[in-house]
């Protein structure tokens, strides 16, 4: 029974890991499910654990990785979060019409300037509309003629068009928001639950198969 119980909780912790990454890549979130490992008493011990009178066997499914960044970011995706601004009083969200990424480097009011876009497309500019909402725009810039997202450009240096572009007065490059809410994207608890479940079974077929 010992034996059956270690190869049953070692085999439920690879399943739910294997599903806690296909949630992950289900949901859009790329690479980031790598960082989920799984092991169980058989491999770190090979051997059940005492336990008062009796023993125990476990399996488990871990973040492997030593990022805050990245284990902040499976918090977050897999229990949800409050995401409040670190510094000063805007969360900035960055709109369709500029880019996403400059190289690797993803576009934010802080990277905007470095990464050459103040020059490309325009420096910053900080509105406040009537009704509260904070924004940073561009002005005297231009977008794609056929509204192709990512596009906004600056004018030539003569105040011309470049070629496939249409003039925008104003262009919308962020918008602040004080806070948002992040819903979690992947049940992690129904996925240990379903592996929970699934022991007795297991420990069954490895009874049955010595």
């Known amino acids: 029974l010992k034996t059956a119980s270690l190869n049953a909780t070692q085999i439920a912790a690879g399943r739910a890991k294997a599903k806690v990454q296909g949630g992950m890549r289900s949901a859009g979130l790329g690479r980031l499910g790598n960082a989920i490992g799984n092991g169980g008493d058989l491999g770190k011990r090979g051997a059940v654990r005492a336990q008062g009178g009796g023993w125990s066997a476990s399996g488990w499914v871990h973040v492997r990785s030593k990022s805050e960044r990245t284990v ?7 229990a949800g979060a409050e995401i409040s601004p670190r510094k000063g009083r805007w969360l900035w969200i960055a709109s369709d019409d500029i880019p996403a990424r400059v190289g690797r480097r993803s576009v934010t009011p802080e990277t905007y300037n470095r990464l050459g876009l103040a020059t490309k497309i325009g420096p910053l500019v ?3 509309t009537p009704s509260g909402r904070a924004l940073l725009v561009v002005q005297g810039a231009s977008l794609s003629a056929s509204g192709k997202s990512r596009s906004a450009k600056s004018l030539r240096k003569n105040g011309g068009l470049r070629k496939g572009q249409v003039a925008a007065e104003t262009i919308v490059a962020f918008v602040g928001i004080r806070r948002t809410s992040r819903a979690a994207r992947v049940d992690v608890n129904a996925i240990m639950r379903d592996a929970q479940a699934s022991l007795p079974g297991l420990i069954d077929q490895q009874l049955g198969s010595r």
Do not use: P, S
Not at 72 to 78: C, L
């Open 72 to 78: 902040g970011a499976i918090e977050a995706y897999t």
């Open 126 to 128: 900080f509105v406040l």
